[in-house]
Every structure is written in structure tokens, then in C-alpha cells.
């Protein structure tokens, strides 16, 4: 079986920027984790007390 699947990824420069400086990490760059084939995405339960 093969899904092909294209999104198309677009950012405000700004909001790009501050990110970048906040986190360290550039949207560019982010957008390998979501098209990683080899990804695992886990479902985590959040408990609040």
C-alpha cells in the first residue's frame, strides 16, 4: 500500500522569527518532523489535578 500526501506549509515571517528565537528552532526546519515517514506520534493522556 502507498498514501501519498502533500500539504503545503506556509508561516508569518514574524511569528516565524520569534519562534525561532523563543524556541531555538527554525518552522523551516520543523517541517521535516510532520513529512517523517519513519514518525511515531503516541497519544499521551493529561492528567490535571
Known sequence: MYIYSSMDYQWVPKK??????????????AVGVFEDE?????K??????
Open 16 to 29: 516565524a522569527d520569534l519562534n525561532n528565537k523563543k524556541h531555538g528552532i527554525d518552522f523551516a526546519d
Open 38 to 42: 519513519w514518525a511515531l506520534t503516541i
Open 44 to 49: 499521551q493522556e493529561i492528567v490535571r489535578t
